[in-house]
């Protein structure tokens, strides 16, 4: 049976569409641009304004009823810049994300404008060319052969370690991927660090590998994992019928910024046939630092790893890099055909892109914003800035040291240091209550942004050093504002007496 349409729509004429002209697009670049240099040049002295969500709903209501379209996106570019952190002011040292280059900022407008989906070479050809560049970057800094590994870039580390770990799966535990684990007969497991990104244990979860399995690996005194005790819990895994296939280990955990020791760790992998994956979202960008490359001594023997580079290569979000040692592993991840987009296996344009590598489809070019920046200053700029950060961490941590109402919980491997404020007479018990109230108060006041975590069950503040115009004073300025904030809103509690 023919498809029936309206009579009407056999006699449509041509449409005026302004809604689509270049004329408004470039009225509405102009607003933007003209709002965000402002907002830029602006010198801003609160870092965080709080709101509610009743307010966001209100003011949100008040955008849309603002009248003819050049109205509402004026009123929505002010709302944006109002209620953003602010993140080049000097009190913002709360998140791990950085304020971007420009030119990688502004890029984000001509890919959507003109839009070369990434996974696919015949459609995103500069975004898959890019990859290889960047690619190629990369390995000379690990020291691999060029012929050897492969990058893909995903949306976000979460993306990133789930796919990697169905690399992992897929090579280890023959058959998974077609027959389902249940068919395999064994109890597959992931050996994570105690203070693992909750990501993987999301990914564990919808592997089905079962959350109750995985096997918790203890952490030394800097809250790294250790060698030996992760040696002991893989022998007790193994006793208890559990077949570790992944051991996953974190470059800059997020609590406290933490690098295991992944020389000892790719060893112990390699001596039992586990896949080593390395969680480096935060601090994997120290191998642009030749000062900082140290520390990520061994990540180039591990199977894979990743890097955000919206949060330390200071591009939008989300990029992320995901590097395997063996190129041949990234087919492991998606084994699957689709003749509509995957290119012949083996052929010139299926070694350029990734959409048969990773789990998206349409997806954002976001290592263009990348490739631009590098191309423009180099790996000097992100290698001077990373430097920067780390070294305003240490010596913040320095300062918090040498002020006796002030706990450091960390020696700081990258750009976060975890503390507590403990003024007089404030009781042991009352402590972790009182970074909590501590922290409400900061984020009420807004001069300074910070953020907490939780270490071995007890609150903490959390500094994450991402602002590159901090300085020493700024520093100074943020101790005394805590103690200032601190005194002026918040009584400690008063110490018991026993009777």
Request: hydrophobic share 45%; charged share 20%.
């Amino acid at each position: 049976m023919a498809v029936q349409f309206p009579d009407s729509w056999l006699d449509a004429e041509e449409a005026d569409w302004p809604e689509f002209s270049a004329a408004r697009y470039g009225a509405a670049m102009s607003e933007i641009s003209r709002a965000v240099r402002a907002y830029l040049a602006t010198e801003h002295d609160r870092a965080i304004v709080a709101h509610t969500p009743e307010e966001m709903l209100t003011a949100l209501g008040r955008v849309a009823r603002a009248g003819s379209p050049e109205a509402v996106l004026r009123d929505y570019v002010g709302l944006h810049l109002a209620t953003a952190p602010r993140l080049t002011a000097r009190g913002y040292v709360g998140r791990q994300f950085s304020s971007v280059l420009p030119a990688a900022a502004a890029l984000d407008a001509l890919t959507a404008m003109a839009p070369q989906p990434a996974s696919f070479f015949e459609v995103g050809p500069l975004p898959n060319a890019a990859d290889k560049l960047i690619q190629r970057e990369f390995q000379a800094l690990l020291g691999w052969p060029e012929e050897a590994g492969r990058m893909i870039t995903t949306t976000g580390g979460s993306l990133a370690n789930l796919t990697a770990l169905l690399a992992a799966r897929n090579t280890r535990v023959g058959g998974s991927w077609k027959a389902g684990l249940a068919t395999s007969g064994r109890r597959s497991a992931v050996a994570l660090g105690a203070d693992a990104h909750y990501s993987l244990d999301r990914a564990i979860g919808v592997l089905g590998l079962g959350t109750d399995q995985i096997v918790r690996l203890p952490l030394d005194a800097r809250r790294r994992i250790c060698p030996e005790g992760a040696r002991r819990a893989l022998d007790r895994a193994r006793a208890e019928g559990l077949e570790v296939f992944c051991l996953v280990a974190s470059a800059g955990s997020t609590s406290t910024g933490a690098i295991d020791p992944l020389a000892d760790l790719a060893q112990l992998c390699a001596e039992r046939g586990i896949w080593c994956h390395v969680d480096g979202a935060h601090a994997g960008a120290f191998l642009v630092s030749d000062r900082l490359r140290p520390r990520l001594a061994g990540i180039e023997r591990v199977d894979s790893f990743c890097i955000d580079a919206h949060k330390t290569l200071f591009v939008p979000a989300s990029c992320t890099l995901l590097f395997y040692r063996d190129r041949q592993a990234a087919g492991a991840a998606f084994a699957q055909k689709a003749a509509y987009v995957f290119s012949d296996p083996g052929g010139e344009i299926d070694a350029f892109e990734s959409g048969g590598v990773n789990f998206e489809c349409t997806k954002r070019p976001a290592i263009l914003n990348l490739w631009l920046a590098w191309a423009m200053y180099g790996r000097g700029l992100f290698e001077r800035k990373l430097d920067h950060l780390v070294q305003m961490t240490v010596l913040a941590a320095a300062m918090l040291r040498s002020q006796p109402d002030f706990t450091v919980h960390n020696d700081p491997d990258a750009n976060i240091l975890c503390f507590s404020h403990c003024p007089p007479g404030l009781p042991p018990a009352g402590r972790g209550a009182f970074q909590t109230d501590l922290h409400a108060a900061l984020l009420r006041d807004g001069r300074f942004f910070l953020s907490k975590t939780v270490l071995d069950g007890e609150p903490v503040l959390r500094l994450v050093v991402m602002n590159h115009a901090l300085t020493r004073a700024d520093l100074a300025a943020l101790i005394d504002g805590i103690r200032r904030i601190a005194a002026q809103q918040i009584s400690p509690p008063p110490l018991s007496l026993a009777i």
